[in-house]
């Protein structure tokens, strides 16, 4: 089944400890990216990567930091979090024939941070 | 101006309804305008793309590109409880890069 895969789906943290949220998709799409969902804001951009080793900033980079080393994988990484962190996270992914338009969303984290 | 206005409602219909779901926006760059559907607790999902302005038809759904209005509409006939979601609409232009609308959260009442 073609999916995207995010872990864990729910964190609860307390602010300053580095946390990584695992995404994998088995689609063998060039394209992914991460967003956050808050509300009153929608789904805000925070890095994307258009295929291995190369990854470019979205709306929202600042606190996160990712890598791409192989094409199914696209942690998202938070070195020190910090309150304002708290949100719905999604990871995406699609091919770069259809472009961005037709993304796969995975499940979702749902991270606290304390 | 925002981007990309969206009325996050709540929108709740009888079932059986012709629902309208409405996005405005001011980039006149967007060529392709999609919507997703999100159920609580999960990842949006692709539901319609259109490019540029026009209709297109998948079952009970219909999107409405104006692009001399800068207006998308999403109907939904013989609206079902099912449908009950909250629905994205999104846009990208020139760049590879994907504006969200904030969504509109729909009820169908049985």
């Known amino acids: 089944e073609a999916q995207v895969t995010q872990n864990p789906r729910y964190l609860i943290t307390v602010t300053g400890k580095k946390l990584t949220v695992t995404c994998s998709q088995n689609?063998?799409?060039?394209?992914m990216s991460w967003y956050r969902q808050d509300p009153g804001l929608g789904l805000r951009q925070i890095y994307y990567?258009?295929?291995?080793?190369?990854?470019d900033k979205g709306d929202v980079p600042e606190g996160y930091k990712v890598s791409r080393k192989e094409k199914r994988n696209f942690p998202l990484i938070l070195e020190s979090p910090s309150p304002n962190q708290t949100s719905l996270y999604f990871c995406a992914s699609s091919s770069l024939e259809t472009a961005i338009r037709t993304q796969y969303f995975g499940p979702g984290t749902r991270l606290l941070v304390l | 101006q925002k981007e990309v206005e969206q009325d996050p409602g709540p929108l709740s219909v009888p079932e059986g309804a012709i629902v309208s779901l409405n996005c405005t926006y001011s980039n006149s760059a967007f060529q392709y305008f999609m919507w997703y559907r999100q159920y609580s607790r999960k990842g949006p999902e692709l539901l319609m793309y259109t490019y540029s302005s026009g209709n297109k038809e998948d079952g009970r759904f219909t999107a409405q590109v104006d692009k001399s209005s800068k207006y998308i509409s999403l109907f939904i006939r013989d609206s079902q409880p099912s449908d009950s979601a909250t629905y994205l609409c999104a846009m990208m232009g020139g760049s590879e890069k994907l504006v969200f609308g904030k969504g509109t959260k729909l009820t169908v009442n049985p």
């Open positions: 689609m063998n799409h060039e394209y």
């Open positions: 990567s258009m295929n291995v080793e190369v990854t």
